[in-house]
């Protein structure tokens, strides 16, 4: 098995599963539709195209520096030229759009050799833009980490905690526990279903299916610990009896 | 003089009220002795050792044995650890130059200084570990012990180590709030004059000794190679 590996990381990112008119929401954790987009994005897909085998890759995500939610209120108004000249401006509908805001997310891609190594070339020279979620959403530093021989949850468990290195430090602690979420395997019975495999992006016609999530928690060494796991001091043992 | 040591419970809802005023739990431990007047071998002297969320210990030096029932019923483990006692007089009467101890030292760290507008100097706190550990350093001369260096002879500092510090405000009846600066230090001594030393360790260093400061301990040394 072979993973590709992504740093989502940006000032906000927004990834939406459920949004429905004026209320656009996000996950606190990258979708599949979303990085699928990414992707494709970077492949030079136009979003009519086909998505090929993109959408059966397995796809995993671990939240390694959860930020915060944000929401804005958005106003817009559309101008309209009046026949004496003037302008009038009539308003849009408001809308409130969710971010995360300062957070770093490490997304994994399982599939074969070929196509995860085709994945990491397009990010590393992207032919569209790459964004998070949403296209005011550029991603800050580079996306792409590499391609491994491991499998997906492996990927997820080993790969090196990419928090930025200001939140590590306020760790503290050698190891944190990052919570993870994964398209679940077909014989497990557990699971969450999130309507979010892209089928298809064209505008006209968007489609998503259904997809099964697992949540998990995996163990990751903190290089900036600076906790010690200190002898406590036993002033008991100096007096005997 | 009695040295008790007793873990106590953070989880139990009173502990939020002792573990959280110096206050509270000055008056707790005074609460222990039938007459908590300092005597000549020395005074109560107590400190508070978290080491986790769910690891905290008090310590005690006394010139009597204390009873803690109240403490243990209130926020320790009533039924399976209660408080241990020992005697104090041992140790310190075997304390000889050139011994080498552990210590651990929770101290107010303060110097005498005069603000604008101020007609007096009072007591300010030291802020930064530097301002802390030279508090320390300057008065350990008085304090019976020296420091033992470490490392090679290019980068010998002092075995000193600011492993702790915070900043304590709480309430005292009758009186506005009262804010206490303290830093524990951890190092390794060396014993020159065993009579400053059990001065230090039985009557304690420095200010806000009642709100847990000042009180110093000794543990052996970590054996060589070790460390």
Known sequence: MTVVALRLAGPLQAWGSRSRFVRRETEKAPTKSGVIGM???AKGLRRTDSLGELPDLRFGVRIDQPGQLLRDFQTAQRPKKEKDGTTSWS????????YVSDAVFLAVLEGERGLVEGIDEAVRGPEFPLYLGRRSCPPAGPVALGVYDRGLEEALASLPWVASTRSQRRHRANTVRLATVRDAHPDEAEGELVQDIPVSFDPNRRQHAWRTITR???EIDNPHGTAEKGEEHDPMASLGG | MFLTKM?????????RKLLGSPQALHAAVQAGFADPSPTEEGRVLWRLDTYGQHRVLLYTASPEKPDFTHIVEQVGWPTTEAWQTREYDGLLESLRPGQHWQFRLTANPVHSARR?????TKPLAHVTVKQQEQWLLDRIPRLGFQLVTTGS???????LAVVERNNRRFNRRGSDPVTIATATFEGQLEVTEPA???HALTFGIGRAKAYGCGMLTLAPPPRKGSA
């Open chain 1, 39 to 41: 992707v494709a994005a």
């Open chain 1, 91 to 98: 308003s849009l509908p408001l809308s409130q759009r969710y």
């Open chain 1, 216 to 218: 998990g928690t995996v």
């Open chain 2, 7 to 15: 873990p106590l419970n953070p989880r139990r809802r009173a502990a």
């Open chain 2, 116 to 120: 604008e507008d101020w007609s007096d």
């Open chain 2, 153 to 159: 002879d290019g980068e010998a500092a002092p075995d």
């Open chain 2, 196 to 198: 400053a030393l059990r």
